[in-house]
Nanobody, 127 residues
Framework: QVQLVESGGGSVQAGGSLRLSCADS????????VGWFRQAPGKEREGVAI????????YYVDSVKGRFTISKDKTKNAVYLQMNSLKPEDDAMYYC????????????????????WGQGQRVTVSS
């Protein structure tokens, strides 16, 4: 059973950095699409950074391009989101999501295609 466990959230000032981690007990090699969504208060959840496991291609929402980087480490069964130059508008709850069905990794990501979710990590950015 896929179980995603996240860590790394916290509070930073604008311009600071955080790294989110998402680990699974052993299904990393089965992931076909994995990444991060976020939801700010009063807003819809949006896909922030997605990694297509087969092609290795990443997707980033325009607002984080050049600042966020998604990566995967098979040796640690983990996916990371390095967030640099954080802005107040990045303030949100961040969720790791994964799916293991081949051919279902869309850019931009479709939330409904991800059956596995982490518990969420709060990222607070103060100005």
């Amino acid at each position: 059973q896929v179980q995603l466990v996240e860590s790394g959230g916290g509070s930073v000032q604008a311009g600071g950095s955080l790294r989110l981690s998402c680990a699974d007990s052993g299904y990393v090699d089965s992931w076909k699409c994995v990444g991060w969504f976020r939801q700010a208060p009063g807003k819809e959840r949006e896909g922030v950074a997605i990694l297509a496991a087969i092609s290795g291609m990443p997707y980033y929402v325009d607002s984080v391009k050049g600042r966020f980087t998604i990566s995967k480490d098979k040796t640690k069964n983990a996916v990371y989101l390095q967030m640099n130059s954080l802005k107040p508008e990045d303030d949100a709850m961040y969720y790791c999501a994964a799916q293991i069905v081949r051919g279902s990794c869309f850019f931009p990501p479709r939330e409904s295609t991800f059956p596995y979710w982490g518990q969420g990590q709060r990222v607070t950015v103060s100005s």
